[in-house]
């Protein structure tokens, strides 16, 4: 029966694995999917996410100050030696001096000037901080994810132009070979022609490598086998922005969480002075003691002795009150370093914002400019062509109307690119997630 549970166990194993690659395998991977897929796998976020865990820990033992805390021990001591008691040798009789004492005391903390509600408020804060920090992490990851796949789609575009490229100048060279095999051309147009196709073709492997390495990137930031099979869905377009500096700014100090956990830092340092100034103010706490004693020496009666007592202490240490006058200054100098820590922080990121929105701006400026110039190179080549056939224009002239129409769409797609990409990095600036 064992054995039938344990290879159903591997069975099923199997099968799961195999349903994981076929989802990982079959059609191309969306954006949105890489992204789920990346914030599963990311061994940073991981990281960051077992920060909280840790915070959540140090705010329970810092919760755990304000309860009672209770101490116990017990003794006991037994000697060789023994003890006569009488007066004649007939009469007396000898004891061994056994004694044994069980002691517990319980002491509940009433007042300690403040420092240990300050110090649960200090963790909690720590919690929180460690909660944003994974929301800024979970943004990095998503922006570079976002990265990485308009990278592989602006290395597919560069290899389609490429090739495309290739195939324009085999097609002259036929025609520059088939011209001059009646004499219409000279050989120097074979020749030219055979030169701009092998430097297409070079090209186009440069091309195609650049696009196994994006592919490779992809895949390791996905925490996927380095080499496996990668395919993404085609997204590369222009949808116009309806942001405005303005607007993106107030967003990005509403939303960033760098912002909330800069808040939250000043916050904590604060606390960190009323712990300081804490040691100005006496620790007051109840205490309440039980104490049974058994002393075998006793000569009258040898048996356990209780006692019960419930103490009020006061402890106020003055001689340490220089000693916190300068703990309490440094704390202060804390709470100054992250307020300035703070202003730096909102400072980078307006900065932030403004040159992702000046680069989106600029790069969909680029993209109707480099739209337009894919007519125009189009139209040229079409008539130099033309012209060629009918040898008013050289074979420069149509080689160089290809190599320029093959320019303006690696313009394009560029600029397409760099739009996607800087859209993301003023969206990631705002502080916003994606989808």
Do not use: C, H
């Amino acid at each position: 029966m064992r054995m039938k549970w344990v290879f159903g166990l591997i069975l099923w194993i199997i099968l799961s694995a195999g349903t994981i690659l076929a989802q990982e395998s079959q059609g191309p991977l969306t954006l949105e999917e890489s992204i789920r897929i990346a914030l599963d796998r990311n061994l940073s976020l991981q990281i960051t996410t077992a920060g909280v865990v840790g915070s959540e820990f140090r705010q329970k033992s810092a919760l755990t100050q304000f309860f009672p805390t209770w101490t116990g021990q017990y003794g006991y001591v037994r000697y060789d030696d023994q003890i006569s008691f009488g007066k004649s040798d007939r009469n007396s009789r000898s004891t061994t001096i056994d004694t044994s004492a069980f002691s517990t005391t319980v002491n509940q903390p009433l007042f300690a000037g403040g420092s240990i509600s300050a110090n649960y408020r200090s963790e909690s804060l720590g919690v929180d901080i460690s909660k944003t920090n994974v929301e800024t992490v979970k943004r990095n990851i998503v922006l570079q994810v976002r990265q990485g796949y308009f990278n592989i789609l602006a290395a597919q575009k560069v290899l389609e132009v490429a090739v495309q490229a290739v195939k324009q100048f085999e097609a002259q060279l036929e025609v520059a070979r088939a011209f001059f095999d009646v004499g219409i051309v000279a050989k120097n147009d074979v020749l030219q022609a055979e030169v701009r196709l092998a430097n297409a073709k070079q090209g186009q492997v440069n091309a195609d490598n650049a696009l196994a390495l994006a592919k490779s990137s992809f895949n390791n930031l996905l925490r996927r086998d380095i080499s496996a099979p990668l395919s993404v869905l085609d997204i590369l377009s222009y949808t116009p922005s309806t942001y405005t500096l303005e607007s993106s700014i107030e967003e990005a100090l509403r939303q960033r969480p760098e912002i909330k956990a800069a808040d939250l830092t000043v916050d904590q340092a604060r606390q960190a002075v009323t712990i300081a100034r804490s040691g100005y103010f006496p620790t007051i706490s109840l205490a309440g003691n039980y104490n049974k004693t058994w002393n075998g020496a006793a000569v009258v009666d040898a048996a356990w002795t209780e006692r019960w007592t419930v103490q009020a202490l006061a402890t106020l240490a003055f001689s340490d009150w220089w000693r916190l006058g300068y703990k309490v200054g440094e704390s202060k100098v804390k709470v100054a370093q992250a307020q300035e820590a703070k202003y730096q922080v909102v400072d980078n990121i307006i900065l932030e914002v403004k040159q992702n929105y000046i680069n989106m701006v600029q790069s969909e400026k680029n993209i109707d400019v480099a739209k337009k110039s894919i007519e125009q190179a189009e139209e040229n080549q079409r008539l130099n062509e033309e012209r060629y056939k009918y040898q008013v224009a050289t074979a420069t002239d149509v080689l160089d109307a290809v190599t320029l129409l093959a320019q303006a769409r690696l313009n394009y797609y560029t600029a397409l690119t760099v739009y996607n990409i800087a859209k993301a990095s003023l969206e990631r600036a705002m502080g916003r997630m994606y989808p």
